[in-house]
């Protein structure tokens, strides 16, 4: 019996039903050859240029303002560090606001940033449509915002001069496609998502849509436990799972490597140990779950994003916006990291830093 729970959106629900009266549309065995394709594809070696070759020579000694959904978030501090690396370039200074979580409340954070004469603002990890006001005031002073995660479509959106993001659908068709690999075509399924944040709930709604391709796997169950609260959720998320589920419960998708924090806690690895399940997320590529890939340990993939080098596609977009150039264009290739390919592309130091040496390619195009 397929099951959802939690206060799930409609179109997540409307999603995860469409599975149950949908059969594949691919002969099973080309589906699994071609999922497997697709994978090899993404676990390459990312050790080859494929942004930008040239720009604008970069202006100099410019305030950025960092605005971040939570600065406690790893991914999000990572980028504002990275931010300031590729800013000295330029001799830039980079401040920060932290929302801790409230920017998408409608705070005015973007009026602060321009009371702080910023020359360029980063939208890291917020809802750009919650910021219209801000955004137009902006607009108004011609002072250009760039977004990282700010919205589930990279490019120019909703007054941005462009966002910087990976494609949630490709992120979490691939985790899901490795999962089918994983399996060989046979796998219970249980999805964890946080259906209040629309970046994932978008993940959560293209995993849906790619396993129900997989004949031979079943979709258990679709868990929405916020983020915000997971940690306090899911020890009786888990305890309730095990007890519907039983031994059919053998694979976890989940939208963020943070799921599987809390999977290996003490007082919930004991739950699930029986299941011997094994787990892959639609991101992010935390230095936690690079550990655990490479002790084999529930989680065996994850699908990350190469945060510091968006930190230096952020600096170079904002130097382009400020020099009235149009948006590079570029959007990073989809990468999964798995035990077989860990050693490279930053996995000896717990992160995804791609071996093409884009610090390099970008200096040479801003210091000509």
Request: contains cysteine; charged residues 20%; aromatic residues 8%.
């Amino acid at each position: 019996m397929i099951t959802i729970q939690s206060k799930c959106l409609t179109a997540l629900f409307i999603a995860f039903c469409f599975i149950s009266g949908v059969y594949a549309q691919e002969n099973p065995m080309q589906f699994l050859s071609s999922a497997n394709a697709k994978v090899a594809r993404a676990e390459a070696l990312k050790n080859r240029w494929e942004g930008p070759l040239d720009g604008p020579k970069i202006q100099k000694k410019k305030k950025i303002i960092f605005i971040a959904g939570d600065m406690s978030d790893a991914g999000i501090s990572s980028v504002f560090n990275g931010v300031r690396e590729a800013g000295a370039a330029g001799a830039w200074e980079t401040l920060s606001i932290d929302c801790r979580g409230r920017c998408n409340q409608g705070a005015a954070i973007i009026a602060q940033a321009l009371d702080m004469k910023a020359d360029g603002i980063i939208l890291a990890g917020v809802d750009v449509t919650t910021q219209a006001k801000g955004m137009a005031a902006a607009a108004k002073a011609k002072v250009p915002v760039v977004g990282w995660h700010a919205s589930v479509k990279s490019g120019p959106v909703d007054g941005l001069f462009t966002n910087i993001t990976t494609n949630p659908k490709e992120v979490a068709q691939l985790a899901a496609l490795y999962t089918v690999v994983e399996s060989n075509n046979k796998a219970g399924i249980v999805v964890f998502t946080d259906s209040s944040n629309p970046y994932m709930l978008a993940k959560s709604s293209a995993i849906i849509e790619t396993i129900k391709q997989c004949e031979g796997c079943r979709l258990l169950s679709v868990e929405d436990v916020a983020l915000s609260d997971a940690y306090l959720k899911m020890k009786s998320v888990v305890d309730n799972l095990v007890k519907r589920h039983g031994n059919k419960w053998t694979h976890v998708i989940a939208v963020n490597d943070y799921y599987f924090d809390l999977l290996n806690a003490s007082s919930i690895a004991p739950l699930v140990a029986a299941n011997k399940l094994v787990g892959v997320s639609a991101g992010d590529g935390s230095p936690t779950a690079y550990k655990r890939i490479r002790a084999n340990d529930v989680q065996t993939g994850t699908v990350p994003e190469p945060l510091v080098m968006h930190a230096w596609q952020l600096v170079d977009e904002l130097n382009r916006a400020m020099t009235g150039q149009a948006p590079s264009g570029y959007v990073t290739p989809v990468h999964l990291v798995t035990a077989q390919n860990i050693a490279y592309d930053g996995g000896a130091k717990n992160l995804f830093d791609p071996a093409n040496d884009y610090r390099n390619h970008y200096q040479q195009s801003w210091l000509k």
